[in-house]
């Protein structure tokens, strides 16, 4: 059972959210908050595995109580989930400074809400594809020239590779491995592998050395 804690300053997202994750078998809401530093103080309470944290909120915002969470030594093993309805590249950077496990819009479907509160829950970091493209859109526009680093892809296996372009489109491994027809285990370990001959030390820099080689999914034949 994954424990969630729900932070959103808005009662009736709150109110309808609190009730699809109840509706989850394998989803426990065990407290909702209505700013972020009831949120924090929920999270201390009840130490759960997941919280999900709305980024403007009143009084301490999702971007600063995620950063309280990720500094209380009791909440090392709690994944940060941040869910807005505004996926731009300056949220999307802050979030990720500050520990965030993953990022997902409102407008998501309630499906893909839960397969990213049960990514983060494992320990794996997401992010949506607008949230890629963002980051993506803010490394473009900070950097000179791409593809001048020495990231070596020729490193890489050709089925890593495909995987790191599924990685940079935002998508999880639950959905890389449905998409390849793998195991989910088996997706993780080309994700780690390609992580450590890449020296990407998070998933959002799996993205970034994406954009600098030019790699694409290949376009859909006609």
Do not use: W, Y
């Amino acid at each position: 059972m994954i424990s969630v804690v729900l932070a959103d300053d808005q009662p009736l997202i709150r109110s309808a959210l609190s009730r699809l994750i109840e509706q989850e078998p394998d989803l426990q809401l065990v407290a909702s908050a209505p700013d972020g530093r009831s949120a924090v103080a929920a999270a201390v309470r009840t130490t759960p595995d997941v919280v999900i944290l709305d980024i403007r909120m009143p009084d301490v915002d999702g971007i600063r109580a995620c950063q309280l969470i990720r500094a209380e030594p009791s909440l090392t093993a709690t994944r940060v989930l941040m869910l807005t309805t505004f996926e731009d590249e300056e949220n999307v950077v802050k979030s990720i400074r500050a520990g965030a496990s993953g990022f997902i819009g409102k407008a998501s479907e309630p499906a893909e809400i839960f397969a990213a509160i049960r990514a983060v829950a494992r320990g794996e970091a997401l992010l949506s594809p607008r949230a890629a493209h963002a980051l993506i859109t803010r490394f473009v526009e900070s950097s000179g020239d791409a593809g001048t680093e020495a990231e070596d892809l020729d490193s890489l296996t050709p089925r890593e590779r495909g995987i790191l372009v599924l990685v940079a489109e935002g998508m999880s491994n639950e959905q890389i491995a449905t998409s390849l027809s793998i195991s989910r285990a088996t997706v993780k370990t080309h994700v780690n592998r390609a992580m450590v001959k890449l020296s990407a030390h998070s998933r959002a820099q799996l993205v970034i050395i994406a954009l600098r080689h030019g790699l694409r999914r290949a376009p859909a034949a006609s």
